[in-house]
């Protein structure tokens, strides 16, 4: 479930209209002081923000890092999963490995903090649980 959840949070950050741009044009470009006409907002996706920032494509690489790094905790924590069930002491580790990355987006401010709410509590669950189990 966890899995899931983190995958239709990427995509729904990503490529929805979760952000607002606006912008504003200039009356008289020709005289010495521009000054500012009516502004327009719109919807947009997270690349149309990102991409045009200042620091153009790099802006949005380094958020990509990250979103994919959250998005792919819940995959290590089920890889633990699976391997503890086979015996495997290792996939505790795996388990909280990806729970301590999920965890680390509490910190984003642009809207990451939701992984840790949405998978965090299940990760961790899942992670007790885990370690309730005995291993013939």
Do not use: K
Not at 76 to 100: C, E
């Amino acid at each position: 479930m966890a899995c899931a959840a983190a995958v239709v949070y990427a995509v729904a950050f990503l490529f929805g209209p979760t952000y607002t741009t606006c912008s504003s044009g200039t009356i008289g470009p020709d005289q010495p002081f521009a000054t500012f006409g009516p502004g327009s907002c719109r919807s947009a996706n997270f690349f149309e923000v990102n991409a045009s920032g200042p620091e153009g494509p790099g802006q949005a690489a380094r958020a990509l890092f990250f979103i994919t790094l959250w998005t792919i905790a819940p995959f290590i924590a089920l890889l633990g999963v699976a391997l503890r069930a086979r015996g495997h002491v290792f996939g505790v580790g795996l388990i909280l490995a990806g729970f301590t990355i999920d965890a680390t987006s509490i910190i984003s401010m642009g809207g990451g903090f939701v992984f840790a709410l949405l998978c965090g509590p299940l990760l961790l669950v899942t992670l007790i649980a885990t370690l309730g189990v005995r291993v013939r």
